[in-house]
């Protein structure tokens, strides 16, 4: 099907063309009205639209200016489709909608509180896991009575889904994980998508509170450092120091049969299973000024004062409220953390050196104020707090360790992560932010196994398991964009060929309008015309010389009549014309 536009440009050029090429002819026929010439100028003053070499004879250019004008426009006229196609280009281009995205999971760790083992959820027929796993007080196999106090699950660790397939992994690359079929799931084929997502999700905040040798170190918050700059070089051997576990959880926390009932008798400790306190993460390591050149290796040798630069850091666990912008590139997930706002510690105490003084617990670890400890009683915080328990201590067990001088003895796990250079063994500068940024790469790359019941759809907040889509439709807020091929005009060349065009055509047949007005009757190139026009009977001494000049007028016949019609030079009579218009 033809385009409006394609039959509107055709039936322009057409036009333009046409209105030229009749100017042309009034034009001619005006200039042999009022001079002579010789024949074959004639034939060129004719013939100087069709005919290139016509319109290349001088002899003619000087007879009929203005006719070889309008002449060399209608053979420049076919540039205009030359030029005016030259607009229309294909590019690519990035075509952009706001709209919503179907299929959109988020992550709802409040799910944790009551998709639970003792109950469990299937999806599709595959469980929903946690990323924590139990202990109970009962025999295994028997419910909980609501009535009994001394019957209750508590916390045995983090799940090996959680550590192995989640964890583990995004620890040796320091990259999120992700599905790539989620790619065409949300943003549909052929797009890619973008969208913000906030959640509430465990992370780390992190403070500086010593640099350089001899520095004193700042408490944090009520909390005290456990060590100073003094165990780190210059003036110490360690490069890396990280002690955190202070005040962890242990397990088990009594003396207990498999699956984590205690062998003494109920009543049972009033602190079993509690989250007394998170451990805080107390990291000392050194910073140097060239990271790619060797630094002295052997303590007091060289330059070793002056090369390191001892930095001690405090991080705390809390709940923070993360808004995150997700980008979905083809298959590849990119995100960015737009947002953290910092809500609560964890487990809101201080940890004390003091021991629990019930004896009975193995975990005898106390902290201040006692009254904020988190109980198993309180199922649905204490659930809540399990599960950020669970991968806050994945990441310090990545993390927790020494390296000593000389050697660069590392004992710890940082180092078969890209935490630690290959060089001089270091962490990064900017080591808070890597922490940071580690764990955060950790909770969201939970979403790259919807099996974890805190993946949930954006629409709803329940958990989608395996499910490919959302039962509820509702969609989730967001900008699909992909890469076309579009068709693009270049508005300032097609508005400059076309007016230009135009311009020539009306100055053509304004000029062709005047030649009507002065012969008072439109002529033409039709045979008809031409016999009409070649009645004289003088016209036989064309046969004897190329000389003889003719032209157009009135022809005096030997009757004494006169003829309108092409005559000689000496019988035909034109009338005066005091310049060419």
Known sequence: MLRYGTILAFCAKASLGTAAAMAFQQRAWLVLRHKMARLET???????????????????????KIGSLIAVYCWITPLV??????????????????????????????????????????????FLTSVSIWNSTTIAGHNISEHNTNQFDYYHGGSIQWADMISLRVALANEPLFRRESGSEICSEGWNCSYVLSFLAPGYKCEELATGVDSKVRDLGDARPPFDTSVLAPLGNLTYYARLDIGDYKNPQATSYPGGRPKQKPPYPRNLGAFRTEPIMWIGYCTVDNYSKPQPPEPGIGDWYRAYTPVILGCEHYEVNY???????????????LRREYLRRVVNTTFSSKLDPDERLKDRTMAMPDENYVLPTDIGKYRLTAAYHSIGMSLRQVLNG??????????SRI????????LNYLPPKNFSRAITSMYENMVISLLSNPSFNVVSWASTGQPTGVSKSDPSAKGHPCRKSRYMNVFRYDKTQ?????????????AAVLLGLHAFREEGRMRDMKPS??????????????????EVKIGYGLVHEEAGR????????GNLTQPERAREP
Request: aromatic residues 8%; glycine residues 2%.
């Open 42 to 64: 004639i034939d060129s003053i004719f013939t100087a639209n069709t005919d290139i070499f016509s319109l290349l004879t001088w002899s003619s250019i000087r007879k009929a």
């Open 415 to 422: 180092l078969s992560t890209p935490l630690v250079d290959r």
């Open 81 to 126: 489709v030359v030029l005016t196609s030259e607009t229309l280009s294909v590019v690519p281009e990035t075509k952009t909608e706001n709209t919503t995205c179907q299929n959109v999971r988020t992550l709802n760790f409040s799910n944790e509180k009551w998709v639970y083992w003792r109950d469990p959820v299937r999806i599709q027929g595959e």
């Open 323 to 337: 808004t995150v912008q997700f980008d979905w590139v083809g298959e590849r997930q990119i995100h960015k953390v």
């Open 402 to 411: 020494t390296t000593t001088m000389p050697n660069f003895n590392v004992n």
């Open 562 to 569: 006169s003829v309108r019609s092409f005559g000689v030079e």
């Open 529 to 546: 015309s031409i016999i009409e026009a070649s009645r004289a009977s003088h016209l036989h001494a064309l046969n004897s010389t190329s």
């Open 494 to 506: 097609l508005l400059s060929v076309y007016g230009a065009s135009i311009a020539l055509a009306v």
